[in-house]
């Protein structure tokens, strides 16, 4: 795993998807950061589980709006030159 952003609801790093396909930016959880969370997106809102350790765990909640802004603000802090 690559660089790792923190914002307020999520950490963020891109990732590469299990088929193989291109990286993508996703949430990852804290605690177990070589498992690549689920993204449930239920009506207005999104829910980022985390199925690994003993137990599954939600890592955060939010409105699809917000889930884009803070994926957004990842996006430019993850590809800006250092």
């Known amino acids: 795993m690559g660089k790792k952003c ?3 609801l ?3 790093s891109y990732v590469q998807p299990e088929d193989g396909g291109t990286l993508a930016l996703n949430p990852i959880c804290p605690q177990h950061p070589d498992c690549s969370p ?3 997106v239920f009506g207005g ?3 980022v589980l985390c199925e ?3 137990e599954s765990h939600i890592v955060g909640s939010c409105s699809r709006s ?3 802004a803070e994926r957004e603000i ?3 802090r ?3 030159p250092r």
């Open 6 to 8: 923190a914002l307020n």
């Open 10 to 12: 999520f950490t963020w």
């Open 38 to 40: 689920a993204v449930l």
């Open 45 to 47: 809102g999104i829910v």
């Open 52 to 54: 690994g350790g003993k």
């Open 66 to 68: 917000v889930f884009e």
């Open 74 to 76: 990842a996006r430019k």
């Open 78 to 80: 993850l590809t800006e």
